[in-house]
């Protein structure tokens, strides 16, 4: 099977996966690059070692939260740029199975195995243990030479023992371009022991999928990408992040994802122990039950983007209460501002047959539609859903909206909203 086939089948509407940061530096309680930022020395730090237990870290639970969110794969972090491993190996003793006995990446696989979710393995090429590191590779051709000797051989050990992953996710690939890491030979080492694994794009190539980080632009032009955001501000554990994003924000990140055809990738940092923090599972809670009924809304959906110079496309945030989405003649209306007992959608050049507002107990509603404008009337006076209320609107072919700049004359020829190039960045909103 092509790998761009094997891609598309998957990857391309997986939409939703969990991201999982977990490490020595979780013990530290000060995000993933607290080495780094401290100036910790590698002797100093390993000392962590010796304390790192796990005794909190379940991989059933981690895989059922999944699960329970409609999530379709999981990330998991071998070795970050620490440089200490959650697995068994015969390269290093600075791995979990000397200190804890436990060889993690080995329980998060068989999991997520178990419940059908696809699993990809993060492995940072660089970390700040092994010696010599990267930079001094960049000054000696002989550190250069076993800097990528114990690279390559830490990548097909992983690929040894977890034949069954379905992404190698690259990360750290500082300073190096491709050529510097040898990444064709890279990824063919690694495919040529698992033949339909997918890459990423971080060790220099494009790979199989974009991975935008911290926004949710599509690539343009499109391909399979996937968008990978923390679910507060931090990647790994810190105890002073309480920048939680709400149930609807990431509602409103999913969307987001959808519009384009892409990939929410939603990061959570176990703490030390290796349990999630009480306020994360308050909110994965909340999310879990609006997803139950509001996940049609967001997978297998169509590209709906906007393109300013292209009649009959639309951006889908470009309303008064909220985001759009489309799946075949659905369109689903998530209403993050609630508007009171009516709402209006202007521009629909489809014919609306019913509407519906979901949930729990999904409700039809009544409405009009004349000249592109529906009307939906009977709405409750306070937002029925405390994440987001959520409309579909069922039409007689694949929904189109046109809107312009200006007030729209049906019978008139207009000027798109830009004609010329313009500051717009991807997600905001016009003034």
């Not at 309480?242 to 149930?247: C, F, G, N, Y």
């Amino acid at each position: 099977m092509p790998i761009m086939e094997q891609t598309e089948n998957w990857f391309a509407e997986a939409r939703f996966g969990l991201m999982i940061h977990y490490g020595l530096y979780s013990l530290l309680e000060r995000g993933e690059w607290v080495m780094n930022r401290e100036g910790i020395a590698p002797r100093d730090y390993a000392h962590l070692a010796k304390s790192f237990t796990a005794k909190r870290f379940d991989a059933d639970k981690l895989a059922d939260l999944a699960v329970s969110l409609k999530m379709r794969y999981l990330v998991f972090t071998t070795m970050h740029h620490e440089g200490f491993r959650l697995y068994d190996t015969d390269l290093s003793k600075y791995n979990s199975v000397k200190t804890c006995g436990r060889d993690l990446v080995a329980e998060v696989m068989a999991a997520a195995k178990k419940r059908g979710l696809r699993v990809g393995l993060y492995h940072s090429l660089n970390n700040w243990y092994d010696q010599p590191d990267a930079v001094e590779a960049l000054e000696d051709s002989a550190d250069y030479e076993r800097f990528i000797a114990h690279t390559f051989a830490r990548l097909e050990e992983l690929a040894a023992r977890y034949p069954t992953m379905d992404v190698f996710w690259y990360d750290g690939w500082w300073p190096f371009d491709s050529f510097q890491w040898q990444a064709e030979k890279m990824n063919q080492m690694i495919r040529k022991r698992i033949p339909n694994v997918l890459f990423n794009g971080r060790n220099g190539l494009p790979g199989d999928f974009a991975t935008p980080e911290g926004h949710l632009t599509p690539p343009t032009p499109w391909r399979p990408w996937e968008g990978c955001m923390p679910w507060n501000q931090s990647w790994g554990y810190h105890r002073g992040d309480k920048q939680w994003k709400s149930a609807g924000q990431i509602v409103d990140l999913l969307a987001t994802a959808a519009c384009g055809r892409g990939n929410l990738l939603l990061n959570v940092g176990p703490r030390g122990q290796g349990d999630l923090p009480p306020e994360n599972l308050k909110i994965a809670e909340q999310l879990a039950r609006w997803m139950d009924y509001g996940h049609e809304a967001l997978f297998d959906t169509e590209l709906w983007t906007m393109d300013l110079r292209q009649r009959g496309q639309h951006r889908a945030d470009w309303n008064s209460h909220g985001r759009t989405t489309v799946r075949g003649n659905n369109l689903y209306w998530l209403i993050q501002r609630w508007p009171g007992k009516d709402v209006r959608l202007g521009g629909l050049e489809s014919k609306v047959l019913e509407v519906t507002l979901l949930g729990p107990t999904p409700q039809p509603l009544a409405f009009t539609q004349k000249d592109g404008m529906v009307s939906v009337r009977g709405l409750p006076a306070q937002a029925p859903d405390a994440v987001c209320p959520l409309l579909r609107m069922v039409c007689d072919t694949p929904p189109r909206i046109y809107q312009t700049g200006g007030m729209r004359v049906p019978k008139l020829p207009h000027p798109h909203y830009d004609p010329c190039e313009s500051d717009l960045i991807p997600g905001s909103l016009p003034g």
